[in-house]
């Protein structure tokens, strides 16, 4: 049995109950960053910040916990902005820490792309020296409930440990891969070949010259492709997806963002894409690529999407959102050279279209697939998802978050982007009420904030956060028990 000393309000209502004693769920970079900005920025009466997190390392999450040194950022290091208060961390340190000594690969005239195993080391440097010195606790379990007992938040592990909080943030990142609904109907032995692009296995035992299906044609395909040709594979590869659109490259000689979206408000899909256009043509005449653009865009995306009435951010999402994402989320020089040899090699074909069945033969797969000019049937070995996560229905992703919903805490957004909150990140209630001290942080905050995926904005929002819980009133000390249960 484990004691510490905590908090309790100083004659304070309930409503203003302070945070002395912070869990939050999820280590991944959002959850990682803001515990350090609380370890470093405050409440002064701060006693514990609680992190869960099954991996062995907080800040890596599923993006940067990787070995594969092919797996680059799509964004030069001097943009990731991953620090609040010190926005060339990360390259600062890629220099003093003789990273790009050993990764010249790194450094293209469209800037520096980093390897993400890297950006995971950087995080991980960041939040050792809190971790040593005990202000920060890891938890590496995954977290089995949540309840609420006599207004403090109860979190319980999947190995038994219960942690009482004042307050909990929800950092949970990405749900699993979407899947196509005829994949669910297959076979056991079609089914052992269809496998997410981010499992661990996902590349074992490939045999170089197989073909392989490749569903879906962002940047988790793209890595996916750089991943085959780094292992030899010099089979055919056809990535597949509705649209066929691919991510577009970066633009060099570091133009910086150009154009102004906010003093208009548009209040329509059509007036801000008509609006785009005309930046877009403003800045080609004066010789500024049309990168600078939706980099501005970018910056200001969070405002415009919450000017944005629910009708227009469900038609955007709808009729643009596919085309946004393919200028916003660019590929890295990297990325986008092995895409070009693929393609001159005529190794690689992109298809538009969507998968109608799948039957397993002796050796490999039959996908019989349907574009706009017909029907098609391919042959490969493995299939291999990259459909980006699905966000709908967020609350059934995990077990604990549909309890919370079902006990009214929380709920999904409507237009299956996340969790709903407000734009402090405070969550939802069923009953329409925003909860003071439950948060949500990071990408499953996106039905407040449209734009919450890059780390750029993913540091502002956990920086506001923690901002307003500093704000907080003062607390007294009390003694809490922490258990372990079973």
């Given at each position: 049995m484990l004691k510490i000393r905590v908090s309790s309000v100083r004659s304070c209502p309930t409503a203003h109950r302070s945070s002395s004693r912070i869990a939050i769920i999820g280590g991944g970079y959002t959850g990682a960053l803001i515990a350090k900005l609380l370890v470093e920025r405050g409440p002064r009466d701060l006693e514990e910040v609680t992190v869960f997190e099954p991996r062995d390392r907080l800040g890596a999450g599923l993006a940067y916990d990787v070995e594969d040194a092919d797996l680059r950022l799509n964004v030069a290091a001097h943009r990731m902005r991953a620090i609040p208060g010190a926005p060339a961390a990360f390259l600062d340190w890629l220099q003093t820490s003789g990273t790009l000594t050993v990764d010249p690969q790194a450094v293209t005239p469209e800037g520096v792309f980093a390897r993400r195993r890297d950006f995971g080391r950087f995080m991980e440097t960041q939040l050792s020296p809190l971790l040593e010195r005990g202000a920060i606790r890891h938890v590496r379990e995954n977290v089995r409930s949540v309840s609420r007992m006599e207004e403090q938040w109860r979190v319980t592990s999947a190995g038994g440990m219960s942690v009482a909080a004042d307050v909990l943030i929800l950092a949970t990142g990405h749900p699993a891969v979407s899947r196509p609904p005829v994949l669910d109907t297959l076979d056991r032995r079609a089914a052992g070949g269809v496998i997410d692009a981010f499992a661990p296995n996902a590349f074992e035992n490939i045999d170089p010259a197989a073909p392989i299906l490749i569903v879906g044609s962002g940047l988790t395909a793209l890595d996916a492709v750089v991943r085959l040709e780094a292992l030899g594979h010099f089979g055919q590869v056809t990535l597949l997806s509705r649209s066929g659109l691919l991510p577009r490259p970066h633009a060099g000689a570091g133009f910086a963002p150009f154009g102004e979206f906010l003093d208009e408000k548009p209040t329509s899909t059509r007036q801000l894409l008509t609006r785009v256009?005309?930046?877009i043509s403003q800045a080609q005449a004066q010789g500024i690529p049309w990168q600078s653009v939706f980099d501005a865009l970018r910056q200001q995306s969070q405002s415009l999407w919450q000017n944005l009435p629910?009708?227009?951010?469900?038609?955007?999402?709808?009729?643009?959102?596919?085309?946004?994402?393919v200028h916003r989320y660019r590929m890295p020089p990297q990325v986008s050279a092995a895409l070009e040899r693929g393609l001159a090699s005529r190794r690689m074909d992109i298809l538009a279209g969507h998968i109608c069945s799948v039957r397993g033969d002796r050796h490999d797969l039959a996908t019989t697939i349907r574009t706009r000019s017909g029907m098609t049937e391919r042959h490969c070995n493995r299939i291999l998802l990259a459909t980006g996560r699905d966000f709908r229905d967020y609350c059934?992703?995990?077990?604990?978050?549909?309890?919370?919903?079902?006990?009214?805490?929380?709920?999904?957004?409507?237009?299956?982007?996340?969790?709903?909150c407000d734009d402090a990140g405070r969550a939802i209630a069923t009953d329409g009420t925003p909860n003071t001290s439950l948060f949500v942080a990071g990408p499953p905050a996106r039905p407040a904030f449209g734009e919450l995926t890059g780390v750029p904005e993913i540091a502002a929002q956990a920086a506001d956060l923690v901002d307003n819980l500093i704000r907080s009133p003062a607390r007294e000390t009390r003694t809490i028990v922490i258990r372990r249960l079973g």
């Open positions: 256009r005309a930046t629910s009708a227009e951010r469900q038609k955007f999402l709808r009729r643009l959102r596919r085309w946004y994402d059934s992703h995990q077990r604990f978050l549909l309890a919370m919903h079902r006990d009214g805490f929380i709920q999904s957004d409507p237009l299956g982007l996340g969790l709903v």
